[in-house]
């Protein structure tokens, strides 16, 4: 199989991040007999520099034409006096919409090792692994009417609004992952309150039939944005639409413990998008310190999504987990327990390490 990825390593560390994310890609794929090409691509302040624009025209069509994109991240200081419209940010929204995603993946995952960098207590994070899938092209952000009424009287106004096609779909995707991994699905919705959400909650139950073997539970969202900080390892899948899950996906990051701990992929398009959550931090960008391991985690998304490659991802996670319980940590997951501090460039190189000798047990595994 071939595989085609463009690269949008962006501005501040998203480079440095990023580099190390591809150098795991390049490593894994080898290892299945994957052909693999990585073309790199400008976007957002570094493509405004180079070209003027934060998506240029050949960075489009480069993504629309290959099977995965992988980025950095995009944006800095020196951006923030341009108009909205102009900012690297919006090279960012303007990908995402030519890529056209409806389901944004978000695992939260508690890795025991560093459950001390978690503001919640060892004991209630630990186990927990919770897969966050929102719906992304629906609902309020998107609804219309909107906008504010006139100014003798200020008030302002948003539309949630939502389809059966388009709850069905993003269903569709949260149940197929949950027979990937623990068998339930938490759907989340207001259903005591707002009528969108009582279609929410009808649409996924009649999906959730064509998934006997996945156990459907359903929950008001305030109940839930309780339950995510006081028993996490309740939740397997998470499904829920496009404000609710904007605001619990980054409730459910305390979960892990740092923002460079985190992935995403945004899937369901023409071409599917994985990138860490993160931003650009300008705060340590060059220094060689960022935390590589979200890019990591979404590079191994990328295999389990886009490639088919189950082994690999799960190869990836394995060596994640395996690297931060030897003790190497970067700057941000250092709470002085650490055996070593160790810069982005030697993480992605022990998981590289690790990676092939996950891989290499694997084989051998399957081999006797
Ligand atoms: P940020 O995520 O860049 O940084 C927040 C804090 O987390 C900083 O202290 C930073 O040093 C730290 N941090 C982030 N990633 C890290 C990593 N991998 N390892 C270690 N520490 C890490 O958010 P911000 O400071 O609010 O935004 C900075 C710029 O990034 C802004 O221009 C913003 O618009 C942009 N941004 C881009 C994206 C994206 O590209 N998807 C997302 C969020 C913010």
């Known amino acids: 199989m071939r595989l085609d990825i463009t690269v949008l390593p962006g501005d501040g560390v998203g480079p440095e991040v990023t580099r190390e994310a591809v150098r795991i890609l390049r490593t894994v794929l080898d290892v299945y007999g994957y052909e693999a090409s990585f073309e790199e691509r400008a976007i957002g302040g570094v493509a405004i520099r180079q070209f003027g624009t934060p998506l240029p025209e050949p960075t489009a069509r480069a993504c629309t034409e290959s099977h995965a994109v992988l980025l950095g991240a995009v944006g800095g ?41 978690s503001p919640l207590r060892p004991e209630v994070v630990k186990g927990a692994d919770v897969l966050i899938v929102r719906e992304l092209l629906g609902g309020i952000y998107f609804g219309e009417p909107r906008g504010f009424s006139d100014a003798s009287a200020p008030a302002a106004y948003n539309t949630m609004r939502y389809s059966v096609p388009e ?23 207001k259903a005591n309150v707002l009528e969108t959400s009582q279609l929410w909650r009808q649409t996924v139950t009649r999906v959730g039939r064509e998934y006997p073997e996945v156990r459907l539970e359903h929950m008001y969202v305030d109940s839930c944005a309780l339950r995510l900080i006081t028993n996490p390892g309740s939740f397997d899948v998470i499904v829920t639409e496009n404000l609710f899950g904007d605001i619990l996906s980054d409730e459910a990051a305390v979960i892990s413990g740092s923002l460079g ?5 945004t899937i369901g398009g023409k071409v599917d998008l994985y990138e860490p959550v993160h931003g650009s931090a300008p705060d340590i960008a ?83």
């Open 261 to 265: 701990m985190l992935a995403s992929a």
């Open 77 to 117: 200081p020196e951006f923030d006096s341009l108009p909205a419209g102009e900012r690297p940010e919006a090279g960012l929204l303007g990908l995402r919409r030519a890529l056209g995603g409806y389901a944004n993946l978000r695992p939260a995952v508690a890795y025991g090792a560093i459950a001390d960098c």
């Open 167 to 189: 709850v069905e779909r993003v269903a569709h995707v949260a149940f197929r992952q949950a027979q990937l991994r623990r068998r339930k699905v938490t759907s989340v919705d």
């Open 286 to 368: 060059g220094a060689g310190v960022a935390n590589p391991l979200g890019a990591i985690a979404s590079a191994a998304l990328l295999l389990r999504h886009s490639a088919g490659l189950e082994a690999g991802a799960q190869d990836i996670e394995d060596a994640i987990r395996e690297v931060l319980d030897a003790g190497y940590r970067t700057a941000d997951l250092n709470r002085g327990r650490a055996k070593r501090v160790v810069s982005t460039a030697e993480m992605g190189a022990l998981v590289e390490t690790a990676v092939a000798d996950v891989a290499d047990r694997r084989r051998a595994y399957h081999a006797v």
